[in-house]
């Protein structure tokens, strides 16, 4: 285990991981989350904790035009190369049902390696998210959701 994850904390961590994509180190970062991962942190704490947050400064940095395009992307890559690491060291297997979700602007391989977390599986996302906006439409044009 790295001096990094040494404290078996996301939060504790969070700079140094934080630095692995300002660096595009995504061998360093992978190192960090699977660190967490061996010394006891559940992987959801790891995604939520760690990932998202730091993607989330990703995302801000960029916003305030401290990081060009291609360092947004380079970052975003590694996160995305994190989440599939942190999904393979789980190992998780479906025991429920499939469920579909959709987001905008999230991409959705990122989205599928989440979701095997959880036990479940991505399918046809783009076809997925077709039917949930004619599903949505349905009910809108039936006055709501409420609505039996």
Known sequence: MTTLTAQANPAGVWPGYLHCL???????????????????????????????????????????NEWSVAQEHAATHVSERVVAAVAGFANPRPTRGRIILTSRGVPAPALGSALENYGRVLHDFPRAARFLEAARSSVAARGGAGSR
Do not use: H, M, N, S
Request: cysteine-free; hydrophobic content about 50%.
């Open 22 to 64: 300002e660096e595009a180190d995504e061998y360093a970062a992978i190192e960090v989350a699977t660190g967490l991962l061996e010394a006891g942190v559940p992987a959801e704490r790891v995604l939520l904790d760690l990932i998202a947050p730091a993607q989330a400064e990703v995302g801000e940095r960029w916003v305030r």
